[in-house]
C-alpha cells in the first residue's frame, strides 16, 4: 500500500514538473507572437515593416497594425483673415450642386467675387445634378449659424435677402474656379455694376480641377470652416460610425472606409477598381478577415459579393443605418443626403481607399488632412504587404493638396 502511494506521489510530481515546463516554454517563446502591438506601437515603422527588436517574427497581427497607426499628424490652420470694410453694393447669389465635393470650392468662387466687389452674398440652395432634381435649403443639410459666422470678417452673408431680389430674374454670370482677380476685374464687375445682383455657377476645367496647388485664404475657410452638417445629419453619421465601430472589436474598434459607389466602374475609367479587385489589394496588403469596412453604396447588390466572401464585415447604408433615419435620407429623391453620408462617413474611416480618382476622393483627403486622419491608401495590382508605403495616396505622402497650405 505504501509502495502504490509513493508510486502515486511521484507519477504526481512528475506530472506537475511537465505542466511546469510547458508553460515556461509557451510564456517564454509563444505568448510573445500572438501578442496585439497597441496602436502607436514604438515596434513598427511607418516606411517599413521591419520589426525593430532582433528575432521576433513579423505576425499578421504586427502587419496589420502598421496599416492602421501610420503618421497622422495634427495640423493648426495657418490662414488669417484680413478683414474688410462691406460696401453694401449688391448681392452674390449661388447654388452648391453636384454633390459635397464641390460645394467648398463653389463658395469659395463667391467669397472671392463678393469681397472683391463689396457685395454681400445670400445662402445658397443646394441642387442635384440633373434637371428636376429636389431643391434644397442649406439648413437642410448644412448649419447656418456657422456658415455665417466663419465667413464673418471675409465677407458679408444675408441670411433673408430682399425677396423682390431673391425671387426675381437674376443675371447669370459663368464663373471659372478660382478665378483671378483681373478676371474679376475685367469679365463680372462689369456686369455687376450695372445690375447690382448677379447669380454666379462655378465652372471647372482641367487646368482649374488640379488639387496638388497651394490655396488662398477663400478656399481655406471655405473647404474646412463654412461647410458643417447640421445636428440632425451630424446624429446620423455619429451613429453610423459608432455602429461601425461597435462591429471591429478585433481591429480596436476601427474600421476601412472605400469609396465604391458604381457597380460598374470598368465601363468609367481603366484605371478604376471593382469590388472583388479592392477585397485583392486588402488582402495583400494584410488587412485581417474581420476587418469591418463601409462601401458607398445604398445598398448590397450581387457585385460586392465577391468583397463580402473575403471580409464578411463589409457593410452599406442598409445596413447600418437606424429605421428611423432611412425614410428620411435614402431612397429616391434623396441621393444629396446619400452623398453627403458618404462623403463624412469617409471622412471619419480610420483607413480611406478609393476605387478610383476623382474630386470626391481628393475632397475627402482634404477633410481628412484638416482632421489629422491622413491614412490613405490607392489600390493597386499584385500590391504587397513588403511595399505597404508605396501606396500610400500621393497626396498625402508627397503633401502636394492644397490642404497642407491650409494648415501647418
Not at 425671387?167 to 469679365?187: F, N
Not at 463654412?226 to 460610425?241: A, G, I, P, T, Y
Not at 462623403?343 to 475627402?364: E, N
Amino acid at each position: 500500500m505504501a509502495a502504490d502511494l509513493r508510486q502515486v506521489m511521484a507519477a504526481f510530481l512528475t506530472f506537475s514538473m511537465f505542466i511546469m515546463l510547458g508553460n515556461m516554454i509557451k510564456k517564454d517563446h509563444i505568448d510573445p507572437l500572438l501578442e496585439l502591438p497597441e496602436a502607436g506601437s514604438p515596434n513598427i515603422s511607418y516606411n517599413s515593416l521591419k520589426i525593430s527588436k532582433p528575432g521576433r517574427l513579423l505576425k499578421d497581427v504586427e502587419r496589420n497594425e502598421v496599416l492602421w497607426t501610420g503618421s497622422n499628424e495634427t495640423l493648426k490652420p495657418c490662414w488669417e483673415i484680413q478683414e474688410k470694410q462691406q460696401s453694401n453694393n449688391g448681392y452674390i447669389f449661388f447654388s452648391l450642386t453636384h454633390g459635397p465635393e464641390y460645394h467648398a470650392s463653389q463658395v469659395a468662387n463667391a467669397v472671392a467675387v463678393a469681397r472683391q466687389l463689396g457685395a454681400k452674398i445670400a445662402i445658397p440652395d443646394i441642387r442635384g445634378t440633373k434637371v428636376g432634381d429636389k431643391i434644397r435649403q442649406f439648413e437642410e443639410i448644412y448649419d447656418v449659424d456657422n456658415f455665417v459666422a466663419s465667413l464673418h470678417g471675409l465677407v458679408q452673408v444675408d441670411k433673408n435677402p430682399p425677396a423682390e431680389i431673391s425671387k426675381g430674374r437674376l443675371t447669370t454670370l459663368r464663373v471659372p474656379y478660382r478665378p483671378p482677380m483681373d478676371y474679376i476685374s475685367s469679365m463680372i464687375e462689369p456686369v455687376f455694376r450695372i445690375k447690382r445682383n448677379v447669380k454666379l455657377i462655378t465652372y471647372y476645367t482641367n487646368s482649374n480641377r488640379k488639387e496638388d496647388e497651394s490655396s488662398n485664404v477663400y478656399e481655406c475657410v471655405a473647404t474646412f470652416e463654412s461647410l458643417k452638417l447640421n445636428s440632425e445629419l451630424q446624429r446620423v453619421v455619429d451613429s453610423m460610425e459608432a455602429t461601425l465601430r461597435s462591429m471591429s472589436e478585433k481591429t480596436h474598434g476601427r474600421f476601412v472606409a472605400v469609396d465604391l459607389k458604381e457597380g460598374k466602374l470598368k465601363k468609367r475609367c481603366r484605371s478604376c477598381y471593382d469590388a472583388e479587385e479592392i477585397a485583392e489589394f486588402l488582402k495583400n496588403v494584410g488587412f485581417l478577415n474581420d476587418t469591418s469596412l463601409y462601401l458607398t453604396h445604398a445598398r448590397w447588390s450581387t457585385d460586392l459579393d465577391g468583397l463580402r466572401n473575403q471580409f464578411p464585415n463589409t457593410f452599406t447604408k442598409d445596413a447600418i443605418m437606424g429605421v428611423d433615419h432611412k425614410a428620411k435620407y435614402m431612397g429616391s429623391g434623396n441621393e444629396e443626403y446619400e452623398k453627403i453620408i458618404d462623403f463624412y462617413t469617409c471622412v471619419k474611416g480610420d483607413v480611406f481607399i478609393p476605387a478610383m480618382g476623382s474630386r470626391f476622393y481628393s475632397g475627402v483627403v482634404g477633410q481628412r488632412i484638416a482632421e489629422g486622419k491622413t491614412r490613405v491608401f490607392l489600390p493597386a495590382k499584385n500590391a504587397s504587404i513588403e511595399a505597404t508605403s508605396d501606396y500610400v495616396a500621393p497626396l498625402i505622402a508627397n503633401k502636394t493638396h492644397f490642404a497642407y497650405s491650409c494648415f501647418c
